[in-house]
T-cell receptor, first 120, second 110 residues
């Protein structure tokens, strides 16, 4: 049963520490998203990639967050230094976008189980 | 990106009652997707609507896309305790970007 795999599932860290979250998208999927979920803001899109190239990271605080795809089977989201306001659930999602860059029909995405981050 | 507004933010019903959540946009949407997230879980895709006026059904769930493609709704008939969760609409814009509404949290009293 294909699924998006995220690690770690839970992380408690101290303010100022570096946090790295990893995601293995579903094999064959070419689009990877990072979302952050909090009670106040809901699901916020932080960044997303297509064929490993970053398409949009405008939702991500650039001073402390970075997102990369070293290869097609791994996406990473790094926070350095972490702050208490970064406490949230971070979801990775993947999908297959195969209809060209300006499709009008959208594409289903599949979420991982999330990384629950607490910064104290 | 486009903003999709969802109402209500919360809805509590008695088991057996119907439930509806609405998704609205000030601009025309290219498509709408609906997701369900159980408490403590992750969003799970339910359906995608593309055409103006489209209506799709999944058992007790009915999804509609407005004629002007600026709104959508999800209606659940005769809710069950298994329907508990947050229902999100999401707009799939150009370049694969998927923007979510804030969701409607449904609780069901048995």
């Amino acid at each position: 049963d294909a699924r998006v795999t995220q690690t770690p599932r839970h992380k408690v860290t101290e303010m100022g520490q570096e946090v790295t979250m990893r995601c293995q998208p579903i094999l064959g999927h070419n689009t990877v998203f990072w979302y952050r979920q909090t009670m106040m803001q809901g699901l916020e899109l932080l960044a997303y990639f297509r064929n490993r190239a970053p398409l949009d990271d405008s939702g991500m605080p650039k001073d402390r967050f970075s997102a990369e795809m070293p290869d097609a089977t791994l996406a990473t989201l790094k926070i350095q230094p972490s702050e208490p306001r970064d406490s949230a659930v971070y979801f990775c999602a993947s999908g297959l976008s195969d209809r060209g860059p300006y499709t009008t029909s959208g594409n289903t995405i599949y979420f991982g189980e999330g990384s629950w981050l607490t910064v104290v | 990106g486009q903003q999709v507004m969802q109402i209500p933010q919360y809805q509590h019903v008695q088991e057996g009652e119907d439930f509806t959540t609405y998704c609205n946009s000030s601009t025309t949407l290219s498509n709408i997707q609906w997701y369900k997230q159980r408490p403590g879980g992750h969003p799970v895709f339910l359906i995608q609507l593309v055409k103006s006026g489209e209506v799709k059904k999944q058992k007790r769930l009915t999804f509609q896309f407005g004629e002007a493609k600026k709104n959508s709704s999800l209606h659940i008939t005769a809710t069950q305790t298994t329907d508990v969760g947050t229902y999100f609409c999401a707009e799939g814009g150009s370049n694969y970007k998927l923007t979510f509404g804030k969701g409607t949290l449904l609780t069901v009293n048995p």
